[in-house]
Structure formats: C-alpha cells, structure tokens
C-alpha cells in the first residue's frame, strides 16, 4: 500500500511538472508572438478567406479596426444614413496620397455640403486587388456593411494575378509571425530550399515579410503607357490563366473580369443596390465600360474630366500623378478632379433615397 502512494505521488508530481511545462512553453510562446506581431509593421495580412487572397492589416498604416483605408464608421448604418461602398485597387486606396484626399472622402465632403442628409463613403480598396477579389468582397464583406451604393473601380491590372498570392503552408506555418521571424532569416540566408519545402511558396520570389502569403512573379508581358507624348514601360503580373497557379485561373484575363462583373451585376440585381462603375483613369476604358453597361452598371467615365482639367489649366497628364514617370496613381489633384466628377454622379442617388 505504501509503494503504492508513493507511486501514486510521483505520477502526481509528474503530471503537476508537466503540465507547469506546458503553461510555461504556451506562455513564452504567446509573448514571443505577440512581440512578433507587435514588431511586424507591414501592411497587410493573409485573408482568412481564400477568395480575398490578404487584406489590409488592422492598425497598420493609418488602416482602421476593419481593415480599411478609413476612419471608422459604424457597421450597422445609422438611421437616414445613405451609404455608399467604395471598392477598387490601388487607386482608390489612395497609394501616395494622403487618407483625406483620396477621391471618395473629396466626393464625401463635396455631398456633405448639399446632399441634405448624411452621407458616408466607406474605402473598402485594397491595393493589388484584382475583379474578381473585389466581386469576392462584395460577395463576403461589404454586403454586411448594407450600403445603398457601390462604387466599383476599374484599373487595367485587374486583369492579372493578385499582387500576393496565398502558400500551401500548413496552418501553424502560415499564421506564426514568431515563426515566420526564423523560417525567414534561414530561407534567405542559408537554407533557400525552405521556401517551398516548408514555407508552401509556389515559386522562388523573395521571402515575404509576413506569414502565409507570397509575391506573385512579374511574369507578363510589359504594358506602355501613353502620357504627354511618351511612353513608359510597366511589369505586368501574370494574366494568362495558363501561367497560374490553379486556383487562381478563374481570376484572370478578360475572361475573369467580365465574370466578376457578372457576378457584381447579380448581387447588385438581386439586392435593389445600384453600382456606379468608374473607369478612365489612366486614359481609354471603353471596352471594359461596355461590359460594365450590359450588367445594369451606371457607368462614370472620369477620363473627359481629367482631359477637362488638364486643358483649361494648361497641364500635363503626369501633373496629375503621384511621381512621374514611376508611380501614376492620382496624387491629391488627381484625386480632387476624380472626387469632383464622381460626387456629381452619387448625388442624384443620395437626393432620390431621401425622398
């Protein structure tokens, strides 16, 4: 019977050590993810859905608690609120230019002033989306925030890859930014081979600077640009179906995007939420307007505005940008002429609701 307790004792003090181990190691475990997270400042995270690929990260980069470009509003729409949902790429994020500027929030505070309602322009564009990413949010994130509008923008990139696409890691390996601080240090300074064994990447690019995702490879043909009379060479992400990883084939092409318009069209028709669709900003976007047209859309062609401004001020093409020749997105005078033509197409939607 003695042995018996004393054998008794040492399973219990076995057991008590062990478990105490395993407190302990869970413990310094979280503290060593939550410093990792802490220390991490880019801004964007793997999505938790496949469809949307990464979001922006929360608490980064000036992004709100819900991941948006944005101050925050209210998810649940404040009573005689007409709301509007601003979905697009980097253009519409604002990339270069301040939040405030950005042609959503010029287009909000133009109708704050005559709209005779409140009226909210949430930015849901996240840069590097593509079509059918954006039909994606639509579908699985801005249908929850019930606006009365859609703004949908298009970018002649939105027929490629997304700029980042998901690795085949497993889960601890693709959500693990404590992780991710030594399988990236091996992987780009002694063990390269890591990246596809362990770390699930689909080609040899550089390690990406958070867990699970992974750049896509700037494999397409280049594009030019036609701006006051030169022409500048862009690298293109791939847009051949071919070319891509499987499940992100259905994206690309021309293909991809009139489906995804086709799906923005259905969801718009089958919830009464007309959508304006914007295109013309970097020039000629009829073809995709036709597209747009024959799902219902109210399409905004901003490029006679932008040729409007440009001629009556006596300015280049590349004024408008936020640093010509390398980076074209609209810089805050862009954004004003865009924020100007595109509240004028909201506001007979915001009159219309508040009668």
């Known amino acids: 019977m003695t042995e018996q307790r004393s ?23 979280a503290v060593l993810e939550g410093a990792a997270r802490m220390l991490n400042t880019f801004g964007y ?26 101050r925050v509003y209210p998810r649940i729409k404040p009573a005689g609120t007409f709301r509007v ?26 109708l704050a002033q005559r709209a005779g309602r409140p009226v909210e322009i949430i930015n849901f564009g996240v840069p590097g989306y ?16 019930a606006p009365d509008l859609v703004v949908l ?51 040899d690019v550089d390690v990406f ?41 259905y994206m690309l092409g021309v293909d991809g995007v009139r489906a995804a318009l086709r799906r923005v069209g259905a969801w718009s028709r089958a919830h009464g939420v007309p959508v304006i669709f914007l295109v013309g900003l970097m020039g000629d976007d009829q073809e995709p307007a036709a597209w747009g047209a024959a799902e219902g ?22 004024s408008l940008w936020v640093k010509p020749p390398t980076d074209a997105h609209p810089n805050e005078q862009g954004h004003a002429v865009i924020g100007q033509a595109l509240a004028e197409a909201i506001a007979p939607h915001a009159a219309a609701a508040a009668r």
């Open 209 to 249: 600077p958070v867990p699970g995702l992974e750049f896509s490879p700037l494999d397409g043909p280049e594009a030019t640009v036609e701006a006051d009379g030169k022409t500048y060479s862009v690298k293109q992400f791939v847009s051949d179906p071919a070319q891509a990883p499987p499940e992100y084939r």
């Open 45 to 70: 995270v793997r999505s938790a859905s496949p469809r949307e690929v990464f979001d922006l990260r929360p608490g980064r980069h000036g992004h709100n608690e819900f991941g948006q470009r944005d």
């Open 7 to 29: 054998t008794k004792r040492r399973f219990l003090r076995l057991l008590a050590a062990s478990l105490y181990l395993l407190v302990v190691t869970v413990g310094v475990a």
């Open 130 to 145: 593509n079509s059918a990413q954006e039909a994606n949010l639509l579908e699985d994130v801005v249908a929850g925030w």
């Open 297 to 318: 859309f109210e399409v905004l062609d901003v490029w006679p505005a932008i040729t409007r401004y440009l001629t009556e001020n006596g300015k280049s093409f590349t």
């Open 153 to 203: 923008q298009f970018c002649g990139n939105d027929y490629e890859m997304p700029n980042f696409i998901q690795t085949s890691a497993g889960p601890l390996v693709a959500h693990s930014f404590a992780l991710h601080v030594v399988l990236r240090k091996l992987a780009k300074h002694r063990f390269p081979g890591l990246k596809r064994s362990v770390m699930g990447y689909h080609a």
């Open 85 to 110: 949902a601003g979905i697009g790429d980097s253009n519409m994020y604002g990339m270069g230019a301040p939040a405030e500027s950005v042609f959503l929030k010029q287009a909000e505070r133009l």
